[in-house]
């Protein structure tokens, strides 16, 4: 369907759906798409801001939905924090973005990005939300570098992944801050201007705010950027000593529920399942780590979430799905062919249609 909007206003569409800006000027979390067909994902809202009066295609699929609204869904205090971001004179700059679940967090990261590409600047995405990873798959921390605009941060290449291999950090905190840690300085090797780092929701309470204070610590951020709707954040900025902007929520956001962001996680496990096979390992020929929690028996219709590796390259994720006591073999399914060095044992159970089980 084709739909006009006059300016100083922003189509709301939520997926599964694909736009195309047929005539005027537009802008996605500070991008101006052209001519391009932009795909909302199924769980995802994209607010399309009208600079000038626009025309688009709009194709809806099914439970998709878009309405208009009056204004622009970005708020100001996200363009100061822009301008203060750009000039810090520290190289490269380490941008650490902080906010509760549902907080516009991933909305604000590619904003954020999609600013300073228009500087010409070279910008790395450390996606640290191991439960909503947007640029690996879930129970993974990965990070991307850009040179071009993006629409989400899904859209970004993998470049490397830590695999954490559980969904919430609060069973995780050491090797959640281990992993963000390796990440950030295996990227920083790649020399970008900027380095973005997204975090997780969990920032209410005692743990939280020491799990918090102990990663910023380790990352030694440039700038922490808080986004917050009221006053939430503040018993863990009291923690924080690093500088601190205070920022407005998105008013586009639609709050996810349980069941709508375990679906999004499922959709990163199909996506990197994809043609997915069964193949065989033997234990003499890889590393298992933690090896001693390796089960004695897998059930076939519950499988292990793995991360597969190269050396310190991470290839991808796999399911255990038997093990031979006798051969001493794991048969994983994976779409990874080529042969790794060690595996990382998760904690998530799958179905055989990639589904979580609440074990």
Known sequence: MQQTIDANKTLLVDGPASVQVAAGKVEVFGYQPKQEVIVVREGKRLPFYVVEKATFNV?????????????????????????????VQQKPTTVLILGKIDSGKSSFCTYIVNKLLTEACRVAVLDGDIGQSDIGPSGTIGYGVTSKSITELHRLKLQNAFFVGITSPILAIVKTIEGLTTMKGELLQRAPDFVVINTDGWVSGDIAIRYKTALVKELKPDVIVAIQRQDELEPLIASLEAPIIRIDSSTSLSPRTAEKRRNLREMT???????????????????????????????????????????????????????????????????????????????????????????
């Open 59 to 87: 194709s809806l699929g099914a439970h998709a939905s878009m309405q208009e609204i009056e204004g622009n869904t970005v708020p100001q205090s996200w363009s100061k924090t822009f301008e203060a971001v750009l000039s």
């Open 269 to 359: 496990y199909s996506r990197y399942l994809e043609g997915a096979k069964i193949q065989c390992y033997p234990l003499n020929q890889v590393t298992v780590e933690p090896k001693d929690a390796l089960p004695k028996r897998q059930e076939p219709n519950k499988g292990l979430l793995l991360g597969l590796h190269a050396k310190n390259k991470f290839l991808g994720i796999g399911v255990l799905r038997s093990i031979d006591p006798v051969r001493k073999v794991l048969k994983i399914q994976t779409s990874i062919s080529a042969v790794p060095s060690k595996i990382v044992l998760g904690k998530v159970l799958l179905d055989r249609k990639l589904c979580e089980i609440q074990d």
